[in-house]
């Protein structure tokens, strides 16, 4: 067993890391105020990271991607998720799941994605079917060769600047013991597609400027030929390719608490209180040692995770761990981070504040804290059950 | 030309620097250690000859203890072609890397050697120009701007109240100050592709180097803390701290 990173591991952290700091932290404060980015400087960030090289790691080089196993990727995510999510959505991660894409696709979606020459967006949430993701009423019909489809999705993150949105949509409905089981599809959606429009959603009280979107979808006919993998299988579709997306929430979250944990300490030894610097006092001394404590293991559970995958171990009860852990562990490390700050932890002129707000999302998108736990749940007892 | 291009380990410069509480030295470890600033702006400057067909090859050279491989694979990823560590546990004084790097130089006859005007360790700013005097080669030191033209190098030094403009023959020596350039991120395929260049390794004792320390430390103190600032109540008093306080109007 090697806990140790490889030279190319260390030095896509560092590279990433220094970019991060660089390039990202210095925009962050005005994004706050506006709550906004213009489209400008997103674009230069991407146009950067482009340069770099670093564009797209996450696909396999065959596509023009970097390639990086799911393990080096988590690594580059856990400095990415340093930097608020307006701007590090420029750092272009296009959804694993293109690599789907039959041959026609790949050339009008995947490799200008991987290209930066479009960006993407994934649609499943609903108003009335969030966690109940089969609950969806967006529906697609038959008509000929076509799809005819109605219906509504909201909270679409940044589909804001997306030039198409990979779509979850019901195409049927079977009958079985335990009642209706609607059939999905996945379906590619243009931007500019009659009938489909992607207007702007809620203001979030978590990642400003990086914004969610309501899709409406009246009368929108789609071909065939978008089709994102087979008719009524789209679950099979997501299955295969989205269960390393929550490995990224994970990384991002441990990022974060680390750049939290930084903050602390920073405080924690430089204010003082009582005569003496407050990081003398066990009561706040105390919080340090778990929070750091709580980080390196949501960072092993995470890299751990992202390690079954790679050597193609079953890994859903290990992802789903990583990301329980982590998001509730965001969630106290900058609890706490804020308690030590105090008063001034509250202002807006310090990104302790934001770093807590944002941690709320972290246990809630991508599958609840609750549902990572049916999911832990489930495979422990599954083998036991008669 | 043939570029060898000095790049040095060091504790990173953002680290916050703790004496040891023997007073012997300061803390490495558990500590980040990055690449020397000034010798990240030679490797950049190294691989921008490169990129406008002036440098046909650049080598990376290195010495210190095994871990300063990390720091020649950094300069291999920002496109540097090889690399050489001249590994040593003991502590290296610029005299004796100055040494090692003539020995370097005597086996790879490089055209120029590209080094930081100083490591932030120890601020020496001794290296570059013990070695233009160990090989008897020109140098050009604290460099902002380097241009070749036939056998010569142009270089803009900077220099206190300004710049300075010389000409240099080749073979040379410049070292690099702060404004020559801006280093670039590695770049993802670089990365990857830094696992297979080529790293030699080698003792002071392998290239004929003696590397006994000269120097003593006999003492590593923290500077002194700054005395916090006052306010003043009015432009007056403070006209009357300048002049008669401080003593500078």
Redesign the interface.
């Known amino acids: 067993m090697d806990f140790g990173l490889s030279?190319?591991q260390?030095?896509?952290v560092?590279?990433v890391r220094?970019?991060v700091e660089n390039e990202l932290y210095p925009l962050e404060a005005q994004v706050e105020r506006d709550g906004e980015l213009p489209l400008e400087t997103g674009k230069a960030i991407q146009r950067q990271v482009l340069?770099?090289?670093?564009y797209a790691?996450n696909i396999p080089e065959e596509f023009g991607g970097?390639g990086?196993d799911h393990l080096t990727f988590a690594l580059l995510e856990r400095e990415l998720g340093r930097a608020s999510m307006a701007l590090s959505v420029w750092w272009g991660r296009p959804s694993n799941i293109l690599c789907a894409c039959d041959a026609e696709q790949r050339e009008r979606y995947l490799l200008p994605a991987v290209r930066g020459d479009k960006m993407d967006a994934l649609a499943m949430t609903e108003p009335d079917a969030g966690s109940d993701v089969r609950g969806m009423k967006c529906f697609a019909r038959r008509d000929g060769d076509d799809f005819v489809v109605n219906g509504t999705k909201h909270f679409i993150s940044h589909a804001d600047v997306a030039d198409f949105v990979i779509c979850f949509v019901a195409t049927g409905e079977d009958q079985t013991p335990r009642g209706p089981r609607k059939r999905i599809t996945a379906f590619l959606v243009d931007r500019g597609t009659p009938g489909f429009e992607i207007r702007p959603g809620y203001r979030s009280v978590s990642h400003r400027g990086y914004h969610n979107c309501i899709l409406t979808f009246d009368d929108c006919r789609l071909p065939a030929g978008q089709v994102l993998g087979e008719v009524d299988r789209g679950f099979e579709v997501a299955n295969t390719w989205l269960g390393a997306t929550r490995i990224t929430v994970a990384a991002m979250c441990v990022g974060r608490a680390r750049r939290a944990l930084d903050l602390a300490l920073d405080w924690a030894a430089s204010r003082k209180q009582f005569g003496q610097t407050i990081g003398k006092f066990q009561g706040v001394s105390f919080k340090l040692a778990d929070m750091a404590t709580e980080i390196d293991a949501a960072d092993w559970l995470t890299l751990a995770a992202a390690w079954q995958l790679d050597q193609g171990l079953a890994a859903d009860r290990p992802i789903a761990q990583a990301k329980l852990f982590a998001s509730e562990m965001l969630a106290r490390v900058t609890d706490q981070t804020l308690q030590i700050y105090g008063g001034m932890g509250l202002m807006d002129e310090l990104p302790v504040e934001r770093l807590w707000r944002d941690a709320r999302v972290e246990r809630i998108w991508d599958g609840t804290s609750e549902i990572q736990r049916h999911i832990i749940s489930r495979d422990l007892l599954r083998p036991l059950e008669s | 030309m043939k570029v060898l291009v000095a790049v040095k380990r060091v504790i990173d410069a953002y680290v916050k620097v703790r004496v040891k509480s023997d007073g012997s030295g300061v803390e490495t470890q558990n500590v980040k250690m990055s690449m020397n600033p000034f010798c990240e702006i030679a490797v950049e400057e190294a691989v921008r000859l490169k990129e406008a067909g002036v440098a046909t090859e650049i080598v990376a050279v290195s010495c210190g203890p095994q871990q300063s491989q990390e720091t020649i694979r950094t300069a291999l990823a920002m496109g540097a072609d090889r690399g050489i560590l001249v590994q040593s546990d003991e502590a290296l004084e610029p005299l004796a890397i100055a040494k090692i790097l003539k020995a370097v130089v005597d086996k790879e006859q490089p055209e120029l050697v590209l080094l930081g005007k100083q490591a932030v360790d120890n601020d020496f700013g001794q290296t570059g120009q013990m070695l233009s005097a160990l090989l008897g080669w020109s140098q050009a030191t604290y460099a902002s701007k380097i241009q070749k033209a036939d056998g010569e190098l142009t270089v803009t030094r900077e220099i206190d109240g300004g710049l300075e403009t010389i000409k240099v023959k080749l073979p040379a020596i410049v070292t690099a100050d702060l404004r020559l350039n801006e280093p670039r991120y590695a770049s993802l395929p670089n990365i990857m592709k830094a696992k297979k260049k080529p790293i030699d390794t080698m003792s002071p004792a392998d290239l004929g180097v003696d590397a006994a320390p000269r120097l003593s430390v006999v003492k590593v103190t923290e500077p002194p803390a700054r005395q916090a600032g006052v306010k003043v109540g009015s432009v007056a008093e403070l006209v009357d701290k300048l002049k008669n306080e401080a003593k500078v109007i």
């Open positions: 030279d190319e260390r030095m896509v560092e590279t220094g970019f340069d770099m090289g670093f790691p970097g990086l």
